[in-house]
Nanobody
Framework: VQLQASGGGLVQAGGSLRLSCAASGRTFSSYFMGWFRQAPGKEREFVAAISRSGGRTYYSDSVKGRFTISRDNAKNTVYLQMNSLKPEDTAVYYC???????????????????WGQGTLVTVSS
């Protein structure tokens, strides 16, 4: 599967953005999906993940209550709605997918087989 992330940009603190990740192929619903981010000079970190049906979602503590992950399997797209953005949310955001990943390993970068190219989110103070 090929992933194309979009929706990044410059936003003021307290603002919102919605990221999208469009996937190619006809088996999108069989992929466990995740969002990760990498800030300058830092390691890539888990942000959120969603089960194949969309029935279960998972978040890092740093974004819980502010970000919402969702997916539309008919449109082969996963979304990340980001509200109440903070300067520390500034990063390149990546979507990732894997057909066999178990949710217990959702935060492990190495468990995702497919990655998008990343989209830059900059939050100004």
């Amino acid at each position: 599967v090929q992933l194309q992330a979009s929706g990044g940009g410059l936003v003021q603190a307290g603002g919102s953005l919605r990221l999208s990740c469009a996937a190619s192929g006809r088996t999108f619903s069989s992929y466990f999906m995740g969002w990760f981010r990498q800030a300058p000079g830092k390691e890539r970190e888990f942000v959120a993940a969603i089960s194949r049906s969309g029935g279960r979602t998972y978040y890092s503590d740093s974004v819980k209550g502010r970000f919402t992950i969702s997916r539309d399997n008919a449109k082969n797209t996963v979304y990340l709605q980001m509200n109440s953005l903070k300067p520390e949310d500034t990063a390149v955001y990546y979507c990732a997918a894997d057909p066999t990943l178990h949710s217990d390993y959702r935060e492990r970068i190495g468990e995702y087989h497919y990655w998008g190219q990343g989209t830059l989110v900059t939050v100004s103070s």
